[in-house]
């Protein structure tokens, strides 16, 4: 396995616990993951509250946004989620890691792979609004 792909969570939210990849509504989010299941190795769901979240993990309905935090909250998750990524043995040389997420949710996480050597980070969507995102996945046939 060589590509890991990071899709944030969104706002909108089934009532209902979910497993991660059925918990979020929004057509972004739904679209950010189909593309990421086809063209990344392994693919995790970057969640406010739950941290790195497989797609098949249970998870509770929740109102958590990194929005809300401050910047020590928000520095603490994303080395979560690099701890999480690291145990699961994915942190190694070679591996490039591709984020379907916002600033908010990035920046927190590369800070923590800046002290990794060899592993490569990648934004396709860098810089783009939702409605350009939305047509970038049209375009591919998402």
């Known amino acids: 396995m060589n590509t890991i792909g990071l899709v944030s969570c969104s706002k909108t939210k089934q009532k209902y616990a979910s497993k991660a990849q059925e918990l979020y509504t929004s057509t972004l989010f739904k679209k950010a993951l189909a593309y ?16 790195l979240a497989d797609l098949n993990q249970l998870l509770e309905p929740y109102d958590v946004t990194l929005k809300n935090l401050t910047y020590k909250e928000r520095h603490h998750w994303g080395f979560k989620v ?13 591996v490039e890691i591709y984020f379907h997420a916002g600033a908010l949710y990035r920046v927190p996480i590369i800070t923590h792979l800046h002290t990794r050597r060899g592993i490569k980070t990648n934004t396709p969507l860098q810089g783009l609004g939702i409605g350009k995102q939305l047509a970038w996945y049209k375009e591919r046939g998402f």
């Open 36 to 51: 990421a299941e086809k063209h990344y190795d392994k693919v995790f769901i970057l969640s406010a509250k739950y941290g």
């Open 82 to 94: 690099v701890k999480g990524l690291d145990e699961r043995g994915l942190l190694r040389p070679g």
